[in-house]
């Protein structure tokens, strides 16, 4: 298939690379030169705008680091938007807030165009391997379409239901991730202050009622989960400043929705203070630096 | 083994009755009359004061709502502590605070007696059926002594490590179970007003980061888990007056060793307003009411 | 003076009709026309546009309910920017987000137009009589330039300092002003319920340490200060909503300084609590309900 | 009045001297054999125990540090209940919880003594100076008997209502000026983050809505009240370990009578973070050290 991809990041590079390795032909565009040159030496042709990168293609796929860039990629004069044929379906992979999957959306379809919303988990490691999680965000015909096509870049693509809710699906989870996350931190820095073995809190808590994935695959207490950041200096893994970032979507959501979230209102402000103290470009389980560390500040 | 039982109430009469048909021997205690009829008729001695329950015993269980109950029943001049033989270990059960453990023990110890530490999960079911979960405190030696007699009453009897580290356990893993459940009702009311098909979500969350207990084992969304409260009107489980009890204990075991909980004080906060607002006899994943019902009340 | 007003709601109409009884002539617009007609009868020329409301004037003045709006009727085909002569100064007496303050005003400097940010606070009574305060954000000879236009409108022009600092002094005031109502609102709350007689407990807070403007003036507390909105049933006054918006825009900036502000951030989501109850209409000060009715609910 | 005072510490021991100022005649007791000398010096009769102390006099004055040191003063067989005349009244103005004060107000009752709660604000300075302010919890007959004593120890008695009611008024004045502070501190570092003068956000405070004592009088920002702690290093003045204890005691009184106090909750995580970094010994307005300097730890 033909498809235009916008956005080559650290993310959308290697997906780009996964979708020429399955036998797609490519027509890229990213800001940045190295980038693009990088996936034209790998075979695709380098696009000087996305409305180049949209022309004659049967689907584009925009990977991107906020709603603003989004907006833009769709709507300037050298946009995906002008060079489009309607009735292709762009496919958008950037975490964005699900008001602005609806705008998009209706900009879309005023040019004949579908816009589905299909964020992903599973990080740099995923995106190169080829195993992202994708939420996927539309109708069952567009579901049906577009999924062959993320197979070539991940290995469980889900259907979240309708345009909107692949991004309402992977902002609950991780607004439920920065808070178990949180959670497993103050319980596992208040066990240690009491005197119990951190190995033994976190076997009776991974068997009993407090068991997460934060407790069990991911524990921020150094020393308990191997292949966790927290056993090799809270490197790699899931920055804060991306569950900053995410924490933010979930509180924006919920005010237009009028539903208070106070538990993950809270932990955006702890995430918010660990990036203040400089510690925003850590793994996220390194939150538990707030609990563990001011004693010896 | 002759043993001396104190504290017949929800949770101790069951317990109670399995030592029995284990084949020990008991002298019961119970302020209640009735409660101690009733074990007298199963076949334990009924004693007339604490003293008189731990006289010519080889080891003393206590079961009590909190910890100004052990002391009086351990230092009242009808209390255990009069009657006691020197060298009988005492296994508390009850779920108090670190700290008045270490206080016990010292208490104990002056009289020459051990002094265990074995709060249980599993509630009022897990003891009718004697698969209680017993987090103990206690040595090496004594761990192995007392061991056998919770094995008549529990399936998993975990040693967390010396005196007070059972009740260290427990907290620490309901501090964290309080922030999961309320943090999964956050999760799925947000999800839920945004659009997205309940169970879609929780299939989500239960296949990704977010997984926990309080989402795949006893989600508080009604209709998610069937054996789940939330699908029979949140009765039965474990009460929202208990995790309330319970966080508190974090709270203030979190204060005497100067570390901040912060999720976890405002867990405790939204289970009193829970409270105040006359729903604390419901199980404790009816917190999700705090956020879905109030636009109706 | 000529000048244009935008914006001729709650707020924006009285103020517009305060310039015109000072002796200004107005050219005004608002997207109802009910609204721009009653202006029209008392003497100001009504316009198609806000382009045509700029166009010759010496200054413009924009009264708005979010950032949205004021980027709207500045860059739209018939914004103000399409129809303003150069030199002349505009100024938004919105509640907008200082980073949209700095956007505007550089949108507006390539046109070779100064932009003021000048929020007001006092609410339709103080706009009605000419007593509003405005927090004007603009350099030394702006603020001298506009502050006599003011006054026609408001009693208290205050200089905030430069470009944006209008927003930023009414943001933190208010975030303020959210959290010492919020605890004046336990602080009573807590108080009542312990016993003691609430006009007692506000005669001692407002000669001590716990003095504020939420308890000694606007105390949330029924039957304490009779000429605050808690003893007329939480009517008219400054809308929770409106609070909630204020608190919103605090938490934003937080965000994009990565500035925690923990008690703003649960006062925000507390009343969006209060909002999704159905009570986001009343007073700001009935957020004590929260406290106070929930046994009785 | 022969006056039996126990407990000579930072304020019991300048209060006990403006007693013996005012020509009161003292039996005293501290444990610190130093402290007991220092005041015998001054004119006392040291004793060897609260019963000793308590023994033929008028009226018997505590100052403790925490409830536990007032029970073990009153009940041990050395106590004040033990030596003390039936018909003597007692008054304790330590800070603790009410429900305590009514616990001891049984017991003297049952010797026939009346217990009066009268906990001051004022510090350290206030006690010397004679100027502190007594909340007195009593009926209208007992204030009138202990007012004239408590004269010559604080220049403002103020009856707050019957007994307990004087530690109710302490504690929520408290709960609110933790609350305003912290208040104080995220809007002045909010503000000063998004670039305004801080003196002038200050200024616009004081004569605004988010005006409290916090701000005008106590300001946290350094540089604003020159007679306030931020102004020489948060030195003197109102130690951040008092203002956690007393947060503590609002929580848990909170927690006896089922009322959520959001808030309160969370700024005693903050100060008791504030405290495990090792700042507990600074004046509590230095919590503003939370949100202004992590960039540079």
Redesign the interface.
Known sequence: MKIGFIGLGNMGAPMALNLLKNGHSLQAFDLSEAALRKLADAGAAACASPKAAAADVELVVTMLPAAAHVRGVLTDEQGVLAGIAPGVTIVDSSTID?ASVQAFAKLAAARGNAFVDAPV?GGTGGAAAGTL?F?VGANETLFADVEPVLRAMGK?I?H???T??GQ??K???????G??M???A??????A?????PK??AG??N?????????DT?NPYPGIVDTAPASRGYTGGFGADLMLKDL?L??D???S??????????????Y??M????Q?GLDFSAIIS??RS??S?
């Not at 902002?171 to 991730?177: D, E, F, G, K, V």
């Not at 929705?257 to 702890?270: E, N, R, S």
Request: proline content about 2%; some cysteine; hydrophobic content about 45%.
């Open positions: 699900p988990s999680t939420m469980n889900v979240c239901g309708d909107g809710m309402v699906a902002i609950c989870n991780n607004l439920l991730l808070i178990t949180t959670g497993v103050e319980a596992m820095s208040l066990g202050t009491l005197g119990i073995d033994v809190l009776i808590i068997t009993s009622t407090g068991r997460c994935w934060s407790s991911y933010g979930a509180v959501a919920a005010r929705a009028k539903q208070p979230i106070f538990l993950g209102a809270l932990a955006q402000q702890l918010q203070a990036s203040a103290g400089g925003g707030l609990y001011r004693a500040q």
